[in-house]
């Protein structure tokens, strides 16, 4: 197994993306630390990986207030004794036009959690790894909307680019240390993020996106998370790594006006 004895943290680990990539972890021998807002749906999976046998425990974390993610960290190591992987996944997205913003509640708050939160996550856990002298990995979740503008999500794309810049950033400065710091851009993943488009008539032109014309798995996205996560992926860092059926390379424009 690829992650034998690693400990590794998810934030967002409530989510669709999240709980897969616990599943897959776990699966590769991890033991996996659930961080998310969503304490009663984390509580919930984290006792669905304890039954199939996993090693998890579930830290409630809010990623916009950094003394939680630092909290988190120190839970970590408290639990399981150290932290090698640090899965900065944890976002929001508020489809909306841009025209309709209210910056209160359309800009603050993603950029809180989507840019704010994968900071703190780098911060505290590169410390951390240092402080205990671990050559780990941090992976940050970004998006296709990093690389390409998208309709409706302008403070999204905004935030999504961020965590590249800062990844790569990030990977420079660590590397001296034995640590690297990898994104990964999904295209479009099938897990309640996605269903807001339903409210735009964009449906369908959101299926053409893929070149597969279908949403992507959670679970595509975890093999890949783990692929990073791993050994295996050791030459790959500062990258952002394209996990989006192509739709990256071939976007078409969307049709609404
Ligand atoms: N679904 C997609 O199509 C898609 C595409 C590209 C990138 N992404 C990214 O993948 C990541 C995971 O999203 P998902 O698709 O699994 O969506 P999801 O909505 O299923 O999961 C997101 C999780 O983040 C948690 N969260 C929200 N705010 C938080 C906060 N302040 N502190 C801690 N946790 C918080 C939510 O409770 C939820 O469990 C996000 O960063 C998202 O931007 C998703």
Not at 155 to 171: G, I
Request: charged fraction near 20%.
């Amino acid at each position: 197994m690829r992650l034998n004895n690693k400990v590794a943290v998810i934030t967002g680990g409530s989510g669709g993306i999240g709980f897969e990539t616990a599943k897959k972890f776990i699966a590769e021998g991890a033991k996996v630390v659930v961080a998310d807002i969503n304490e009663k749906v984390g509580q919930e999976q984290v006792e669905v990986l304890k039954q199939n046998g996993g090693e998890a425990y579930f830290v409630q974390t809010n990623v916009t207030k950094y003394e939680e993610v630092v909290d988190l960290v120190e839970k970590t190591v408290e639990k399981f004794g150290r932290i090698d992987v640090m899965f900065n996944n944890a976002g929001i997205s508020m489809p909306k036009p841009f025209l309709e913003h209210d910056p209160s509640s359309d800009y603050d708050p993603v950029i809180s959690v989507n840019q704010n939160g994968v900071y703190y996550g780098i911060l505290a856990s590169a410390k951390k790894m240092i402080e205990l002298n671990i050559e780990g990995i941090i992976i940050n979740t970004a998006s296709v909307f990093g690389i390409l503008p998208g309709e409706f999500t302008f403070t999204y794309n905004a935030t999504k680019a961020a965590v590249n810049m800062m990844t790569a950033s990030a990977a420079m400065e660590l590397g001296v240390h034995g640590i690297r710091v990898v994104s990964i851009a999904p295209g479009r993943v099938d897990t309640p993020m996605i269903q807001g488009y339903k409210d735009y008539g964009v449906w369908d032109q959101v299926m053409q996106e893929q070149m597969r014309r279908k949403l992507t798995n959670p679970e595509e996205i975890a093999n890949t998370v783990a692929f990073l996560a791993s050994e295996e992926s050791n030459s790959i860092n500062g990258s952002c790594i394209r996990v989006d059926d192509g739709y990256s390379n071939f976007k078409a424009p969307l049709l609404t006006k």
